[in-house]
């Protein structure tokens, strides 16, 4: 559920992303069009000014029409008569004819000539390019989206770089975890031999060997799994739970107290190895919370549909602003750990048994309560 919201989420902010740069490259484009029909009305009275001056005797006054024509000082333009010969120009470097001709087919391109004439035979037209500001104006679409998309890329590249590096965080994790993993009954067993070797006439420990070879065996499995999806099949969560707290119980301090609170059989999909290695790391957060003294509490609990799964301690408490961050790769309080525990359990619920798991609750000084939802077999 939450992997679908977050892809809604994402799927939301490029819908919006992409209606702003819409709506700003609509409402640029607005108005490019109203300042280009703001300068075509200025030539349509450039083309009428011309037409007055043309139409004046001698002895007319003209004022308005000049100082009409001489205010364009921005706009470039080429008039030409009705025998194709260029009257006049303004705004412009050009002086060839034959160039002048070009430039007014290429301003015909940019904006339809504008006809002015004194009687039914003699005309003349005006052509008119953009003016300088107009032309910069036109280009600022595309130097918008350049920015946005630049933006983009930096947001997306930042997203990126912290995605990788949680990856890498993992990894190494990973590896540190199969050496931390493999120590405890590595240890176990060195421990035995030293035992074998400096005493003689004494029954083998046969059942603790077997129970600390067996253990190896259990972490080969687990990481031969990591990346791999596992098969889920129906399985008694409480006795898998049971079997892994028994485990750690006899190979931690007497400091620490357990208590379980749960039926016989809880039947949930999952996958054994996967789902004891999530208790372990919820027992050894609780141990680590706690200091080494206290207690601890695993409780089931089930309706039609899901299993709870609670781990309780009686630590130091995670304030309600770290409860998602507490799952993060690298997240840590401890001095020697690899915030690892917590990360890795989260991806076995969450993506492996496509559960659940979260801080239920917690108090500074007062404890906390982790719980995991896993989903029951379907009748």
Known sequence: MRRLLSKYKRLIFII????????????????LQEFKAE?????????????KFNEGGLNDEYTLPGEIINSNKTIPIIIINQDSVVTGSRYLKIK?????????KSFATQNKPIRFSSDKDVYQDLYYGNSSLLSKLTYYPLILVGIFLLFISIIYLYYRTGKVSDENRLWSGIA????????????????WIEILKTQQNIDIPVEELEKDVQRLNVISQRFSKIGSR??????????????????IKDRTSKLIEFKTDFPNEVMALANPQLYSWVIENLIKNAIDAMEGKGLITLSISEDHKHVFIDVSDTGKGIASSKYKEVFKAGYTTKKRGWGLGLSLAKRIIEQYHKGRIFVKSSKIDGGTTFRIVLNKPQR
Request: proline fraction near 3%.
């Open 96 to 104: 060839d004819t034959l160039e002048l001709l070009k430039k007014a």
């Open 16 to 31: 919006a992303t992409l209606l702003a740069l819409g709506a700003t490259l609509w409402e640029t484009n607005r108005f």
């Open 176 to 191: 540190k975890e199969t050496a931390h993993q493999i120590g405890t009954p590595l240890s176990s067993l060195l421990g």
């Open 230 to 247: 596992p098969t889920l099949n129906e399985n008694n969560i409480a006795d898998i739970t049971r079997k892994t707290l028994h485990y």
């Open 39 to 51: 300068e075509r009305s200025k030539m349509e009275i450039l083309a009428s000014a011309y037409q």
